[in-house]
């Protein structure tokens, strides 16, 4: 009998992983270095699926992949998101949340109206929080590429957040991993979301004066300043010199929205240029930033620093004029 051959053929090669497969060992990676448990990346990663929803919307946003259009203009955008209804219900939230809102106004110096503006605008006053699985959500950006640094950081956030006890099926939002009464995104959940109904936890999804108080804390670690409105509509003279006041000042982020800022004057400054406030005024030693959004001959408007506030919260100069505006209604 022939002797038994000891050969045996060497195993399969594994196929090396390519595309959204590969990347989620990178994204495994990056929790690993940030102290994620092995136990919350395994419960989460391997199961990952890309949301071309989620692409689709992504690149359909101003300065995106197919998206380079010019500025549209402010008005229609104004009367989407200052609407009647929003004020009116706005109103009775304000009045329904009065001491809370004036607790919180204590506690952080920021302008209730304001509180209740942002929550009006990013959620429909907590009707409108999104459905998007976050972590889908924000693994399917980073993997997409446009900006990767930002949604991998937000991705890890995420599963930081399952570590600390949020559980999964909480994490739902925005197509762009924004979540809660507030519209945080996940690092910012981590560092600002606070308790503002005394129960000892900050629930951003269930406490409505959980998600006023995290919008105020995130407003005063942007800098916001107590007792300094957000700014003002003026009319601005035909005679006015704009080469003169355009601002020399290049902002280290989303310099597009703040190159449309004027240089800053105080208010007896732009007074002396002839810019004269529409109705509110500010005091005359106030440093503020002149913006015209839909060009001359249309209301302008003199912003403070807590203008900037604002915009650190979405870094959208229609954004941030509609909160105000929005904020100013409700106050009455």
């Not at 990767?148 to 957040?161: G, K, M």
Request: with cysteine; aromatic share 10%; net charge positive.
């Amino acid at each position: 009998m022939a002797p038994v051959s000891q050969y045996s053929p060497p195993p399969l090669a594994t196929p090396a992983l390519t595309g959204f497969a590969a990347y989620k060992s990178r994204l495994s990676g990056a929790a690993r270095s940030a102290g994620v448990r092995e136990a919350t990346i395994q419960a989460v990663v391997p199961f990952l699926s890309l949301n071309s929803r989620v692409i689709q919307l992504d690149r359909a946003q101003p300065g995106g992949v197919n998206n380079p259009n010019a500025i549209p203009p402010f008005a229609p955008y104004r009367r989407a998101h200052v609407t009647s209804d929003l004020i009116r219900r706005g109103q009775a939230r304000y009045a329904a949340n009065y001491t809370r809102l004036r607790w919180i106004e204590q506690r952080f110096g920021v302008e209730p109206q304001v509180l209740m503006a942002i929550y009006g605008h990013e959620t429909s006053y907590g009707t409108v929080t999104g459905g998007f699985d976050l972590l889908e959500a924000l693994a399917t950006l980073a993997y997409e590429g446009r900006r990767r640094p930002l949604f991998e950081a937000e991705f890890v956030a995420a599963l930081q957040l399952l570590d600390r006890g949020t559980p999964r099926s909480r994490l739902k939002g925005s197509w762009a991993g924004a979540t809660g009464y507030p519209q945080f995104m996940p690092s910012a959940v981590l560092r600002l979301a606070t308790d503002g109904d005394g129960d000892g936890v900050a629930n951003i999804w269930r406490s409505e004066a959980d998600g006023l108080a995290s919008i105020a804390a995130y407003l005063r670690d942007a800098g916001w300043k107590p007792n300094v409105h957000w700014g003002i509509p003026v009319r601005v003279p035909p005679t006015l010199n704009r080469a003169a006041i355009v601002s020399k000042l290049v902002a280290p982020r989303c310099a597009p929205v703040y190159k449309r800022h004027s240089q800053w004057k105080t208010m007896r400054e732009w007074r002396a240029l002839g810019i004269q406030p529409l109705g509110r005024n500010l005091p005359e030693n106030e440093m503020a930033t002149l913006i015209e959004p839909d060009g001359r001959d249309s209301t302008a408007y003199l912003l403070t620093t807590n203008y900037r506030a604002i915009l650190d919260y979405n870094c959208s100069n229609f954004y941030a004029l509609s909160v105000g505006l929005l904020a100013d209604a409700i106050a009455g």
